[in-house]
């Protein structure tokens, strides 16, 4: 069963960049590496999934290493609104072969002022 | 794309009645849906995995008899929490992949529970 291992919680100031490392030491193969965020008494919402090297979208960068163990996700000059949690995912197959998603603890991201 | 919806979005009960979410994907067929708990300050916890047309699978710990889960079609998926006491009180999210072979999930805004 993957499991991720992230910090369990994170401050930084508006502007900066912030880098979440996690790991996920057992991935599989098939795995790809998921980050969502969640705002309280929310949905996770989606920002970046990626399988090796490095993913940039509009809103973050996914690095990750040759051998899959870890990521980090790197989000850009974070202003107050990116205060959250931030989950990072690795797929796991069922007892029927389809997906399932197993979160981990999550990292709480404060930014201040 | 890939909205999924929740019904109700809050919900206040009394001790020993039943209480039935709604979980839809507006704009795509799930070939999986999946039920998430989440208490306050705390990360989401897989309840079960459904699929179209199948029974569900639920997780170690999760009472199938007091969760039920209906995948009646691939827009549509019921979690009913049945006989709920004050210890159900939670915000329960669903989630809905269009692949099961893929790694993707859309998440809907999850519902809160209150029971009394």
């Known amino acids: 069963l993957a499991k991720t291992t992230q910090p369990i919680s994170m401050d930084s100031y508006e502007g900066q960049e912030v880098n979440i490392t996690c790991s996920h030491n057992?991935?599989?193969?098939?795995?790809?590496i998921t980050w969502y965020q969640q705002f309280p008494s929310q949905g996770p919402r989606f920002i970046i999934q990626?399988?090796?090297t490095k993913v940039t979208n509009e809103v973050a960068s996914l690095f990750i290493p040759a051998d899959r163990k870890s990521s980090t996700l790197s989000l850009p000059r974070v202003s107050l609104s990116d205060t959250a949690v931030y989950y990072c995912?690795?797929?796991?197959?069922?007892?029927?072969?389809?997906?399932?998603?197993?979160f981990g603890a999550g990292t709480r991201l404060f930014v201040k002022a | 794309g890939a909205v999924v919806s929740q019904h109700p979005s809050w919900v206040i009960c009394k001790s020993g009645t039943s209480v039935k979410i709604e979980c839809r994907s507006l704009?795509?067929?799930?070939?999986?849906m999946f039920w998430y708990r989440q208490f306050p300050k705390q990360s989401l916890m897989l309840m079960a995995t459904?699929?179209?047309?199948?029974?569900?699978?639920?997780e170690q710990g999760v009472e199938k008899d007091k969760f039920l889960i209906n995948h009646a079609s691939l827009t549509l998926s019921t979690l009913t929490v049945t006989s709920a006491h004050p210890e159900d009180s939670s915000f329960y999210i669903c989630?809905?992949?269009?692949?099961?072979?893929?790694?993707?999930?859309?998440f809907g805004p999850g519902t809160r529970l209150t029971v009394l």
């Open positions: 057992n991935i599989a193969t098939n795995d790809y």
């Open positions: 459904s699929n179209e047309g199948s029974k569900a699978t639920y």
């Open positions: 704009d795509f067929q799930a070939t999986t």
């Open positions: 989630s809905a992949g269009r692949d099961r072979g893929l790694n993707e999930q859309f």
């Open positions: 995912l690795v797929g796991d197959i069922d007892s029927t072969g389809g997906f399932k998603t197993i």
């Open positions: 990626g399988y090796k």
